[in-house]
């Protein structure tokens, strides 16, 4: 890693799967660490598969060592449930960075998007696609590890703006 | 604590304040440890506060060292924002015994209820008295408190029987 570089984990959380991506950002230009899914037992109890998760997470933080962290404000429906369900996965996701004494930015869907392909409005389709051409060495199967990498960009793009620090990105530090 | 005595942490989590109860169950005889809250500070960012919440009640289970813990499910209200914000401080609440090896049991509202009053549609006012009545050395100031006590109970009372092992409480064993 270079001196002035610094790594980014960005993480789409979900109970059944949950993305990561972690990018490397020096200036503007940005490189690919590493990206990968981690998953909870679909038969096991709910505190059992956040744990899972968990500690998937710390094992990638540990192993990759990133500096900020980076996650979606959640797109709250109408579906209750999924909401709860998806809430629990975040506040996983926000504690696995939190506590090893990592900053965890949040930005909303739509800047994620518009960073990353132009437009508040891409499908899943042309993320993937953008973020395969803004980190060419970059290889993922999913939409959920495609996801955390666009999410680590926006960062990396927003992270020194003051649009980041008044209004979107609500970076916590570790104090 | 008696040798075969076992202690049990009820958690009622909420983002600013997540109140906790340490009860003693020995065969049908039921004991107050200690009960409290841990709270956030409401200006920090979510995950510093998720974090404030978590390092609490990890010192709390390290001083108390409960063996099984109970937690409600949740009641998913039309309020989509508020699910979201429970969500999160249940993720958190589910992972602190877990991460500690602690089996985590879930048991809906209405049984919690039912189990202290005996009613399955008790206010507030009735299960703190109820709480107050079933442990007569606790003390606690706030309902948050009365209710994570009494989902303490509620465990208490219903973790060796059929119904709890086929259909309400699942116990998450600490694999």
Redesign the interface.
């Known amino acids: 890693m270079r001196a002035q570089a610094i790594r980014i984990i960005g993480i789409d959380p979900g109970l059944r799967r949950t993305g990561w991506g972690v990018v490397e950002a020096d200036g503007v230009r940005l490189s690919y660490v590493a990206s990968g899914l981690v998953t909870s037992d679909a038969e096991?109890?709910?505190?059992?598969r956040?744990?899972q998760l968990?500690e998937g997470l710390v094992g990638i933080i540990t192993s990759f060592k990133p500096q900020e962290a980076a996650i979606e404000e959640?797109f709250?429906?109408?579906d209750?449930?999924a909401?709860?369900?998806?809430?629990?996965?975040?506040?996983?996701a926000?504690?696995a960075?939190?506590?090893a004494g990592i900053?965890?930015a949040?930005y909303p869907p739509n800047v994620v998007k518009k960073t990353v392909t132009g437009t508040g409005h891409g499908g899943k389709d042309q993320i993937a696609a953008m973020v395969g051409f803004l980190l060419p060495k970059a290889t993922f199967d999913s939409a959920d590890e495609a996801d955390a990498l666009a999410i680590a960009i926006c960062h990396a793009s927003h992270r020194q703006t003051a649009w980041a620090i008044a209004r979107g990105a609500?970076?916590?530090?570790?104090?």
């Open positions: 096991g109890d709910l505190a059992y956040l744990r968990y959640t709250v429906n109408k209750a449930r909401t709860l369900k998806l809430g629990q996965a975040r506040g996983m926000l504690l960075p939190a506590l900053g965890v949040e609500r970076l916590a530090t570790a104090r």
